[in-house]
């Protein structure tokens, strides 16, 4: 007898979306900068409040095409690398949009860089011009240049000092130049973090990059009324693209309150300039909510807000939305290889979908869940790597073909090396990276899953989980946590916290209360350096040593 039951069942759905189609913008960022002038005139583009600067987008449009001149006159030409190795700045802004109208490569430099790394992206990227300022209160680069060069014949001709009469000089002696650029041209080259040996150049082109600010807007609901305040760095994509390009694209002001993130300032620009629209990391945003100056600050023009750069936990997201106004707050993912947005909710979806999600494809993306090892497409529902394809997968790593070939399948599928579920309505649930997943004794904990657990703590302000090395359950779980301001717990009361509520196996072993986390230049937490530490002053160094399959 037939089991009717078992021959008429659907097979189970694959985890597979495609955002919505749109048409793609055929622009250079020069255009798309040309265009804003020409539709918004008089509405002002840029706010520099450190360096008390505002400029109207037609302002803006014309100090771009005096930095092309400029770039000309030093005798780059179009392909030529130019590199910015700088915080945020009026100068950063100029370069991005005055390379792009003289066909010069912008090549991002971290300013965390020191000589070693330094050293290493002039030789790579065959920098030809560094634009730079002198010293801040973080280093002092002209000794830091002075000693990446010690020794070595780099391709670097022109050094140009931001506040220094080079940087004058050059913008009064500009040459005639020709926007020949097109869409397809590399306009852009980040370097990724290294954590995996040496860094990356991620090479963006026009069309990467223009048209994610366009995918990005759509989900944000961008226009010209939003004034967007944004402490991120301009040297990573969150700055440059979610923020300069998303400005661009819909006319939106964009705000820079500070050359690096300084919680005071971010609040003061956002209730000074009546901003619509603030941007961070969990990070930032975790240090904005603690100051103790925040209850005085009128932040009610605020009506969304991005956060990302992190995994988000849930508990901070509620909090932004209840205290910062922010009731459309939104969380973006990707990363500097696909421009960087891949998946994005909308300000309008529920909120359910904006704080339990990373959202799903923007336009003209498509996503798929594959096992990491086969890589065959996954069930609907099951955890596996994320994968995304189309005009947002970066051209190439720099001069790197055999680094290209291990992240872009021959089908141009991009490999994040990301966890995550896709949910039957094409939402994406981001479970962490696969290298970060502790196995403690056989089973799997996502630090993601442990964070936000102990973010519905209500002393904790801010937490971080690692696992590290033990000689009996090969790894277990450590947790920094901060306090929120005056509050005071114990080890146990965390641990008593847990019990019964997460699975044994996730209850952090370990526990140190810390009053800030290591972190990069673009306020990532730095897990690596959380781990080192611990395995330094517990005396486990013996134990990173044995070998595994």
């Given at each position: 007898?037939?089991?009717?039951?078992?021959?008429?069942?659907?097979?189970?759905?694959?985890?597979?979306?495609?955002?919505?189609?749109?048409?793609?913008?055929?622009?250079?960022?020069?255009?798309?900068?040309?265009?804003?002038?020409?539709?918004y005139?008089?509405?002002?583009?840029?706010?520099?409040?450190?360096?008390?600067?505002?400029?109207?987008?037609?302002?803006?449009?014309?100090?771009?095409?005096?930095?092309?001149?400029g770039?000309?006159?030093?005798?780059?030409?179009?392909?030529?690398?130019?590199g910015?190795?700088?915080?945020?700045?009026l100068?950063?802004?100029?370069?991005?949009?005055?390379?792009?109208?003289?066909?010069?490569?912008?090549?991002?430099?971290?300013?965390?860089?020191?000589?070693?790394?330094?050293?290493?992206?002039l030789?790579?990227?065959?920098?030809?011009?560094?634009?730079?300022?002198?010293?801040?209160?973080?280093?002092?680069y002209?000794?830091i240049?002075?000693?990446?060069?010690?020794?070595?014949?780099?391709?670097?001709?022109?050094?140009?000092?931001?506040?220094?009469?080079?940087?004058?000089?050059?913008?009064?002696?500009?040459?005639?130049?020709?926007?020949r650029?097109?869409?397809?041209?590399?306009?852009?080259?980040?370097y990724?973090?290294?954590?995996?040996?040496e860094?990356?150049?991620?090479?963006?082109?026009?069309?990467n990059l223009?048209?994610?600010?366009?995918?990005?807007?759509?989900?944000?609901?961008?226009?010209?009324?939003?004034?967007?305040?944004?402490?991120?760095?301009?040297?990573?994509?969150?700055?440059?693209?979610?923020?300069?390009?998303?400005s661009?694209?819909?006319?939106?002001?964009?705000?820079l309150?500070?050359?690096?993130?300084?919680?005071?300032?971010?609040?003061?620009?956002?209730?000074?300039?009546?901003?619509t629209?603030?941007?961070?990391?969990?990070?930032?945003?975790?240090?904005?909510?603690?100051r103790?100056?925040?209850?005085?600050?009128?932040?009610?023009?605020?009506?969304?807000?991005?956060?990302?750069?992190?995994?988000?936990?849930?508990?901070l997201m509620?909090?932004?939305?209840e205290?910062?106004?922010?009731?459309?707050?939104?969380?973006?993912?990707?990363?500097?290889?696909?421009?960087?947005?891949?998946?994005?909710?909308?300000?309008?979806?529920?909120?359910?979908?904006?704080?339990?999600t990373?959202?799903?494809?923007?336009?003209?993306?498509?996503v798929?869940?594959?096992?990491?090892?086969?890589?065959?497409?996954?069930?609907?529902?099951?955890?596996?790597?994320?994968?995304?394809?189309?005009?947002l997968v970066?051209?190439?790593?720099?001069?790197?073909?055999?680094?290209?070939?291990?992240v872009?399948?021959?089908?141009?599928?991009l490999?994040?090396?990301?966890?995550?579920?896709?949910?039957?309505?094409?939402?994406?649930?981001?479970?962490?990276?696969?290298?970060?997943?502790?196995?403690?004794?056989?089973?799997?904990?996502?630090?993601?899953?442990?964070?936000?657990?102990l973010?519905?703590?209500?002393?904790?302000a801010?937490?971080?989980?690692?696992?590290?090395?033990?000689?009996?359950?090969?790894?277990?779980?450590?947790?920094?946590?901060?306090?929120?301001?005056?509050?005071?717990?114990?080890?146990?009361?965390?641990?008593?916290?847990?019990?019964?509520?997460?699975?044994?196996?996730?209850?952090?072993?370990?526990?140190?209360?810390?009053?800030?986390?290591?972190?990069?230049?673009?306020?990532?937490?730095?897990?690596?350096?959380?781990?080192?530490q611990?395995?330094?002053?517990?005396?486990l160094?013996?134990?990173?040593?044995i070998?595994?399959?």
């Amino acid at each position: 007898m037939h089991n009717t039951a078992l021959e008429r069942a659907e097979p189970p759905r694959l985890s597979y979306a495609r955002g919505a189609d749109a048409p793609l913008l055929e622009k250079t960022i020069s255009q798309l900068l040309a265009d804003a002038a020409r539709r918004y005139p008089s509405r002002e583009a840029l706010i520099v409040r450190h360096q008390g600067v505002r400029l109207t987008w037609s302002q803006l449009d014309g100090e771009a095409t005096r930095t092309a001149r400029g770039l000309a006159g030093l005798g780059l030409r179009p392909g030529d690398r130019a590199g910015i190795w700088a915080s945020n700045c009026l100068e950063w802004v100029l370069l991005l949009y005055g390379a792009a109208r003289a066909g010069v490569v912008l090549v991002n430099v971290n300013p965390a860089y020191r000589s070693h790394e330094l050293r290493y992206v002039l030789k790579k990227s065959h920098i030809r011009a560094l634009f730079l300022r002198e010293r801040d209160e973080r280093a002092n680069y002209r000794e830091i240049l002075v000693e990446s060069r010690d020794g070595d014949r780099l391709p670097l001709e022109h050094v140009v000092w931001f506040g220094d009469p080079t940087w004058d000089a050059m913008m009064a002696a500009g040459a005639d130049f020709e926007d020949r650029a097109s869409p397809g041209d590399v306009a852009n080259i980040q370097y990724t973090s290294g954590t995996t040996g040496e860094p990356k150049g991620v090479m963006l082109t026009h069309r990467n990059l223009v048209n994610n600010g366009m995918a990005i807007g759509i989900a944000l609901q961008a226009g010209p009324e939003d004034r967007i305040c944004a402490p991120v760095p301009l040297y990573h994509c969150f700055g440059s693209v979610i923020g300069l390009m998303v400005s661009a694209v819909y006319g939106a002001a964009i705000i820079l309150p500070s050359a690096q993130f300084d919680g005071l300032a971010t609040l003061e620009a956002v209730a000074a300039e009546r901003a619509t629209t603030l941007y961070g990391v969990p990070t930032m945003y975790v240090a904005e909510l603690e100051r103790p100056e925040f209850p005085r600050f009128d932040l009610t023009s605020l009506r969304k807000g991005v956060m990302s750069g992190a995994p988000c936990p849930i508990e901070l997201m509620k909090r932004v939305g209840e205290r910062m106004h922010m009731e459309r707050m939104t969380i973006p993912y990707g990363q500097t290889e696909s421009s960087p947005v891949i998946t994005m909710s909308s300000v309008d979806d529920p909120f359910e979908k904006r704080v339990m999600t990373v959202g799903a494809p923007l336009a003209n993306t498509e996503v798929q869940i594959v096992h990491p090892k086969t890589h065959a497409r996954l069930p609907v529902g099951e955890q596996g790597e994320l994968c995304t394809r189309g005009y947002l997968v970066m051209q190439g790593y720099d001069a790197d073909p055999k680094a290209t070939a291990k992240v872009i399948d021959r089908d141009g599928w991009l490999h994040t090396g990301d966890l995550a579920m896709m949910r039957p309505d094409g939402y994406i649930s981001f479970r962490g990276r696969a290298k970060d997943t502790i196995i403690r004794g056989g089973e799997n904990i996502y630090p993601r899953e442990v964070e936000d657990f102990l973010h519905t703590h209500p002393k904790v302000a801010d937490v971080h989980v690692v696992g590290i090395p033990d000689a009996k359950l090969g790894e277990t779980v450590l947790a920094w946590i901060q306090l929120k301001s005056g509050e005071e717990v114990t080890e146990g009361e965390i641990r008593d916290f847990c019990r019964g509520k997460i699975a044994y196996f996730k209850i952090p072993q370990y526990i140190r209360f810390v009053d800030g986390f290591p972190m990069t230049v673009s306020k990532k937490v730095q897990k690596y350096r959380m781990r080192e530490q611990e395995i330094r002053e517990r005396g486990l160094e013996e134990l990173t040593r044995i070998e595994t399959a």
